[in-house]
């Protein structure tokens, strides 16, 4: 379902958006991105003659405050809609009604934020009630909240059996997602790299049966040189993950799955931009020294698995990028992904720093799709089904 399947003209569009954005100190937008990417489906409602009414979370807050409050980016909003945008001090009772009811056609409303309340994090169904009557269609376009089962995210779907859509940032998060796992151009190679392997396994071991080439870089692939009988010195590794780590292997080798680990590694003396740094081989790294970048060598074998790719999926960096010294293997896989697009691979970049990075390097418009979703991304990747995705298709 899309917006293009409803009948939108004179009715009031209740839209679940991500626009919980980085706020400074005297609450100005940071990083507009995630409310720039909802600008298509707010344009498109506007364009077919509905009213849009927004929702949407700001951060952790405990209760109301005023450094949550979504009031703090309606003036930026209104910047960059070039109309301006009406504001409710709740999501739901009379402030909000008395906002959203009275909605003409072409005009925009804002909600206080939606986690004032506790009931959207339980997904309260008496709350997700509430929270519907302020629309009467329902666009669920906030993929950073789409594996959550909030009231406004899942639950609240329920009361608009006829009249529920995805919006356009869904719909291509979706379309890009399932170019790369269903029916992919092959070869396939995902990139997975990041600190933790325990937060990324579920992926792996789905990913493992799915890709042709498996890439792992940043501190997770410690604990994999470490399941090969490598020696790791002081690099990061989760010992009681090794006993996956080697199923991984093993089924990435009945597989024929081909899995690239870092053949060297930029090492430390400390965890500290100004440390002392040697190239070791990833296997043998000395007592007290930590692996906190791929090598040269490993960069080179890298990009020659990016260029021989036709669909590549990139969530996490290959080392601590943060440093300087360390930024090189993490900046070589963004210049190959932008290689690869230029010869027509496709490329899906997702987490927030793989994304980061890819935006330091100036190279937002060089992949094929820039992920606005960390967690929901690698849920779906796992193979879950995401609340947000699946009341929609209910
Ligand atoms: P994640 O949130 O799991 O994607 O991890 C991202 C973090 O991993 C970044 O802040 C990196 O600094 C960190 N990281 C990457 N490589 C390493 C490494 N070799 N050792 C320790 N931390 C790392």
Not at 182 to 201: D, F, Q, T
Not at 239 to 249: F, Y
Request: net charge negative.
């Amino acid at each position: 379902m899309t917006i293009s399947d409803l009948n939108i003209r004179g009715r009031r569009a209740l839209v679940r958006v991500d626009f919980n954005v980085p706020l400074d100190k005297s609450g100005n937008v940071q990083d507009d991105t995630r409310i720039r990417r909802a600008l298509p489906t707010i344009k498109a409602l506007l364009k077919g003659g509905a009213s849009v009414v927004l929702m949407s979370h700001l951060g952790r807050p405990k209760g109301v405050s005023e450094e949550f409050s979504l009031k703090q980016i309606v003036s930026h909003l209104e910047g960059l809609l070039g109309n301006s945008v009406q504001f409710a001090s709740d999501c739901v009772g009379d402030s909000a009604l008395d906002v959203s009811q009275n909605l003409k056609q072409g005009e925009i409303a804002l909600l206080e934020n939606l986690r004032f309340h506790e009931e959207e994090k339980s997904g309260d169904e008496f709350f997700a009630g509430q929270l519907a009557e302020n629309g009467d269609l329902y666009i669920n376009d906030a993929f950073g909240t789409a594996h959550r089962n909030h009231a406004s995210t899942a639950v609240i779907a329920r009361f608009f059996p006829e009249d529920k859509a995805f919006g356009k940032l869904l719909e291509g998060e979706i379309s890009a997602l399932s170019k790369v796992m269903s029916n992919p151009a092959r070869p396939l190679l995902a990139i997975i790299g990041g600190a933790k392997v325990s937060s990324k396994l579920t992926v792996l071991e789905n990913l493992v049966e799915k890709v042709d080439k498996l890439m792992i870089g940043g501190g997770m692939a410690y604990t994999f040189i470490l399941a090969k009988g490598g020696k790791v010195g002081a690099s990061l590794v989760e010992k009681e993950m090794v006993v996956r780590a080697k199923a991984i292997l093993e089924k990435a080798a009945s597989n024929s799955t081909e899995i690239l680990l870092p053949e060297d590694s930029i090492c430390a003396d400390k965890f500290s931009a100004d440390a002392n740094f040697v190239v070791f081989n990833s296997d043998e790294i000395k007592e007290n020294w930590m692996g906190l970048d791929i090598g040269p060598k490993a960069c080179e074998k890298f990009a020659a698995a990016v260029s021989e790719s036709k669909t590549i999926l990139w969530n996490g960096p290959m080392g601590v990028f943060e440093f300087e010294a360390c930024s090189k293997g993490t900046f070589t896989v963004a210049n190959a992904l932008k290689d690869a697009t230029k010869k027509g691979a496709y490329t899906l970049v997702g987490g927030g720093d793989s994304v980061a990075a890819i935006n330091v390097c100036g190279l937002a418009n060089d992949v094929s799709y820039m992920s606005t979703g960390g967690g929901a991304m690698l849920e779906y990747l796992e193979g879950k089904t995401l609340p947000g995705i699946a009341a929609i298709l209910d």
